[in-house]
């Protein structure tokens, strides 16, 4: 997706098989598209193999490294770290979708503000989860 000024969006996801169910994470710059080949099986591996199709978290970045070393960050984190993530703006693991065209950054609007260039399903500012930092126990 192609945001104002030309800048291209990247998105950092987290997918899920079901509550507390297996969890997939993934990039891509154009979610709408990526979802789609996740939950129509168009691309054979683990998220095909183990059904995993619904999006429950997802965060939008203005590059392709940030959303590379974010993507690395989060797959290095404990399984609980990563439920406090989904469960802190998605506690029913819900399909985030309807969010994602809900947000002004999709749409193609540019925020002036950095906080509000995520979803709302970014990483929280609440003790026990490190955002963008090297996990510590929550």
Known sequence: MVRAEGVMSYYVYILASRKDGTIYIGITNDFVRRVYEHRTKAVPGFTSKYNITRPVWFEIC???ISAISREKELKKWRRSWKVQLIEANNPQ??????????????????????????????????????????????
């Not at 609007?109 to 979803?119: A, F, K, L, M, W």
């Open 62 to 64: 203005d590059d392709p």
């Open 93 to 138: 693991w819900d399909d985030v979708r309807i969010h994602l065209y809900l947000t002004a950054s999709f749409r193609g609007v540019q925020s002036t503000n950095p906080e509000s260039r995520d979803s709302g399903f970014g990483p929280p500012d609440r003790p026990g989860i490190t955002p963008r930092l090297t996990p510590s126990p929550p």
